[in-house]
T-cell receptor, first 116, second 114 residues
Framework: GNSVTQMEGPVTLSEEAFLTINCTYTATGYPSLFWYVQYPGEGLQLLLKATKADDKGSNKGFEATYRKETTSFHLEKGSVQVSDSAVYFCALSSRAGGTSYGKLTFGQGTILTVHP | DSGVTQTPKHLITATGQRVTLRCSPR?????VYWYQQSLDQGLQFLIQ???????AKGNILERFSAQQFPDLHSELNLSSLELGDSALYFC?????????????FGSGTQLSVL
């Protein structure tokens, strides 16, 4: 079956530091890959996505590249801000077996805290 | 604001009871998804409805059921509640099913079973 493994947190950084959150996946077929972010007290928001190998998703300074050869989709940001403090989820969806794209498989989430 | 409304925000009940969680999708969205977020299981897909019909099923217990009404709002019914059902339940909506559509999540219903 499908699965997503994220690096365990929490991750604590100083403002303007470089961020990497590792994500690897196992899936049948050709999955689409996503990063969602959850701010305190809110629901998840789509941060970025990539739908095929070598695609790069980007948004708000965050980037992730779909690497089929290493089954990875690591999240990076060159300079984090205090406002980036949140929980980050890597997820995939796959149409293998006729399942819906909305049936996302999530990683465990990584808590990011950025200090001034 | 995602446009997805979930009520109530918090629910406290006792074991053995039954509760109903409500979700109103974004205007025009036909698909509704339910997810459960707990400390031990993480985020788990429960069930999806599209335009009133069940479309996909995940790790949903037999004690749980859902439906989507003609006005497209959805309800998740949880019965014979156990302590382990305590979790944050999210609803999400999208404009269609299939394809890489973006999901919009509500802010969740926090269920506490005492």
């Amino acid at each position: 079956g499908n699965s997503v493994t994220q690096m365990e947190g929490p991750v604590t950084l100083s403002e303007e530091a470089f961020l990497t959150i590792n994500c690897t996946y196992t899936a049948t077929g050709y999955p689409s890959l996503f990063w969602y972010v959850q701010y305190p007290g809110e629901g998840l928001q789509l941060l970025l996505k990539a739908t095929k190998a070598d695609d790069k998703g980007s948004n708000k300074g965050f980037e992730a590249t779909y690497r089929k050869e290493t089954t990875s989709f690591h999240l990076e940001k060159g300079s984090v801000q205090v406002s980036d403090s949140a929980v980050y989820f890597c997820a995939l969806s796959s149409r293998a077996g006729g399942t819906s794209y909305g049936k996302l498989t999530f990683g465990q989430g990584t808590i990011l805290t950025v200090h001034p | 604001d995602s446009g997805v409304t979930q009520t109530p925000k918090h629910l406290i009940t006792a074991t053995g009871q039954r509760v109903t969680l409500r979700c109103s999708p974004r205007s025009g969205d036909l698909s509704v998804y339910w997810y459960q977020q707990s400390l031990d299981q993480g985020l788990q897909f429960l069930i999806q409805y599209y335009n009133g019909e069940e479309r996909a099923k995940g790790n949903i217990l037999e004690r749980f059921s859902a439906q989507q009404f003609p006005d497209l709002h959805s309800e998740l019914n949880l019965s014979s509640l156990e302590l382990g059902d305590s979790a944050l339940y999210f609803c999400a909506s999208s404009s269609r099913t299939g394809g890489n559509e973006k999901l919009f999540f509500g802010s969740g219903t926090q269920l506490s079973v005492l």
